[in-house]
């Protein structure tokens, strides 16, 4: 599998110069991936406004877990187009139905007194030039580097460019055996098939003895905006600033989200051609559970546009999606999409 996703990269690398270089002008759709509990696959989701989502397969996995996770189920999907034009993606590798599906024989991979709940050792590693066909390889942490055998779980991973190092980051939340969750990052080689250092803290919460977890970065400008969830009273949605994405970060204390049932999986996306940006996180505690979102100008001051199909978000032909992440689209990228999987939505703008 390895020397197939090399190959598959050079192919990817030596093409990647028809998709660079794309500018916001040209942007004029977005792509939502998310997950579901039930299949553990993955999906996507098409708007024109960055407010209607539709699904592209009829609210049914374009990828399924089994077949590139070695726990045979993937969740959190992350998304992110590369300064090469290319298109990454990260995901957790584990099925945390594994047992009662079949692919194991005990509730977790490992014991779960000494590991903890869901506790996995993989990401698994995507790469695609057209969001079509995708290259995938799994990254196996508890392999990587010694004194790492103990790694308890890698959830949520995530990437974004840093432009000082020239490379891509990623983070992710991490721990070690049973103990506290954190938020860790590390640098990927050229190839995207391997973690260059041994990853560092990314940030560390304030408040002793609780777990933090689900990180997402965002550029405006020249300050990157961390949100993440603090395990505190009722797990809710804060964020931390930096001048660099590997920070250092300053503390914020505030909760930024609306909702008074615990929330997780904040991820933050840009509208096309407007200095807004909009807010997403996972409302675990309601069921049936639902994606909640805000919307604002200056990462200061954010207005409650409510849930999916209860305010002005919709999604119009899926519900019950898990852990999601947003990008833009041109209107090409976003109408091949589209028929590939047969959807009837023709988009517009450029």
């Known amino acids: 599998m390895k020397n197939i996703f090399i190959g598959f990269v050079f192919l990817l690398n030596a093409i990647h ?8 002008a040209d942007l004029s759709a977005y792509l939502m991936v998310y997950f ?28 399924a877990g089994d077949s590139i996770a070695q726990q045979k189920g993937i969740r959190d999907p992350y998304i992110l187009r590369g300064p090469d034009g290319l298109f990454y993606m990260v995901m957790t590798d584990l099925h945390i139905y594994g047992q009662q599906q079949g692919y194991r024989s005990q509730e977790w991979e490992r014991d779960g007194k000494e590991f903890g709940w869901g506790n996995n050792r993989g990401i698994v590693l995507m790469k695609s030039a057209d969001l079509i066909r995708w290259s995938h390889l799994e990254l196996r942490l508890d392999q990587l580097f010694k004194g790492w055998e103990n790694v308890g779980a890698i959830w949520a991973p995530q990437l974004i460019y840093d432009e000082a190092v020239g490379k891509l980051m990623i983070y992710f939340t991490m721990r070690f055996g049973n103990g506290l969750n954190r938020l860790y990052y590390g640098y990927m080689n050229i190839d995207f098939t391997a973690l260059e250092s041994e990853p560092q803290l990314l ?124 990008i833009s689209l041109t209107k090409r990228e976003a109408d091949r999409l589209a028929q590939h999987w047969q959807l009837d939505m023709p988009l517009t703008g450029k």
């Open 17 to 24: 110069g028809l998709h660079a270089q794309v500018k916001e």
């Open 36 to 63: 579901k509990d039930e299949s553990h696959g993955l999906y996507f989701a098409l708007s024109k406004d960055g407010y209607s989502f539709t699904d592209i397969n009829k609210g049914q996995p374009i990828i």
């Open 203 to 326: 940030f560390q919460y304030p408040k002793v003895n609780k777990n933090y977890i689900d990180g997402d970065i965002t550029r405006v400008g020249d300050r990157y905006h961390l949100f993440y969830v603090a395990h505190d009273d009722v797990p809710g949605i804060k964020q931390a600033t930096a001048n660099q994405p590997a920070g250092p970060y300053r503390y914020d204390d505030r909760e930024y989200d609306p909702e008074a049932a615990a929330c997780e999986a904040p991820h933050v996306w840009k509208k096309n051609g407007e200095q807004k940006w909009i807010l997403m996180y996972d409302i675990y505690g309601i069921s049936p559970h639902n994606f909640g979102f805000s919307e604002t100008s200056d990462f200061k001051n954010f207005v409650d546009l409510g849930r999916f199909n209860e305010g002005k978000m919709k999604a119009t032909n899926f519900s019950s999606p898990k852990h999601g992440a947003v």
